[in-house]
């Protein structure tokens, strides 16, 4: 019991609960920067032998991948989150996808079309930035989307996300928890360095002022989404370093409990090996 307790700290820790823990706090993990640095390079060399296995697993003919969604108010982190985890691992076994407002095409489709077009293969760790949960969040605090028709879109998604797990897919969906004081931080910083205004989106002052109500709907989410198969997981993310490091560990604790393995060769070792005692060097 204790090594499986040990196995699941970091999920349980942030697991979503009736309370938000605050924005600025480290809940588990390291307290300080230049510590969570330090196991942060150490969680890559972790990170990085598990994804290979799943990656190899899904060519040796696995069928199970891990689907990491983020979502979070603008200047989170989410971008950042992706580029300093994600950038740990090979490319190859990683499948990247940014969901903007969807686009007239898009739009002539179900929702989840969109969604479904971009989850990983077997063998990959596919990365929602931003998700079919925009699909709720938007439409509610602009008043598109009535009562009854986000309880259908919470059944939807509930029963969608229990295919994925069906199927083979661990959905892990994370919160990226920024205040209000950090996002003001981060926006005037955008437009303060000329390397970073291509970043700044004036739109983005137009969500800030719903604050109140995009806090509501995440909590109406949470609610009603963190099930068993798919639970939220509430990452607090002022202090940019700890949110990479709680990304890390729960992908790591997450692939940990799968145990990808590496594929048993369909051919003999001892004769291939027997073979390159008589190869040359090609002249």
Do not use: C
């Not at 602009?142 to 959905?171: H, K, P, S």
């Not at 393995?261 to 002249?283: M, R, T």
């Amino acid at each position: 019991m204790a090594k499986k307790d040990e196995g699941s700290r970091v999920r349980d820790a942030l697991r979503v609960g009736a309370e938000l823990p605050d924005p600025g706090s480290t809940p588990v993990g390291p307290g300080k920067k230049a510590k969570a640095l330090a196991k942060f390079e150490g969680a890559g060399e972790r990170l990085s032998g598990l994804q290979e296995a799943l990656y190899a697993e899904g060519v040796g003919g696995g069928r199970r991948s891990v689907l990491l969604v983020l979502q979070g108010m603008d200047t989170s982190g989410k971008g950042g989150t992706v580029s300093h985890v994600l950038g740990l691992v090979n490319p190859m076994g990683v499948h990247y996808a940014a969901f903007k407002k969807p686009t007239a095409a898009e739009r002539r489709h179900h929702y989840l079309w969109r969604i479904r077009k971009q989850l990983p293969t077997p063998g990959q760790i596919g990365v929602f930035d931003r998700s079919h949960y925009e699909d709720i969040l938007v439409p509610r605090v602009t008043g598109l989307l009535t009562a009854a028709e986000r309880r259908r879109r919470y059944g939807e998604i509930n029963a969608f996300e229990q295919e994925l797990t069906d199927t083979g897919t661990t959905v892990v969906k994370v919160f990226l928890h920024i205040s209000p004081e950090e996002q003001l931080r981060r926006l005037k910083a955008r437009l303060e360095t000329p390397e970073k205004r291509w970043k700044y989106n004036p739109g983005d002052l137009e969500a800030r002022s719903h604050w109140p109500a995009y806090q509501e709907a995440y909590a109406d989410i949470f609610k009603k989404t963190s099930t068993a198969h798919a639970p939220w997981y509430v990452v607090p993310a002022d202090h940019k370093w700890y949110r990479n490091w709680a990304v890390a560990e729960l992908l790591i604790e997450t692939l940990t409990e799968l145990k990808p393995e590496f594929p048993e060769p369909d051919y003999d070792v001892a004769e291939e090996l027997a073979k390159l005692k008589g190869v040359g060097v090609p002249s």
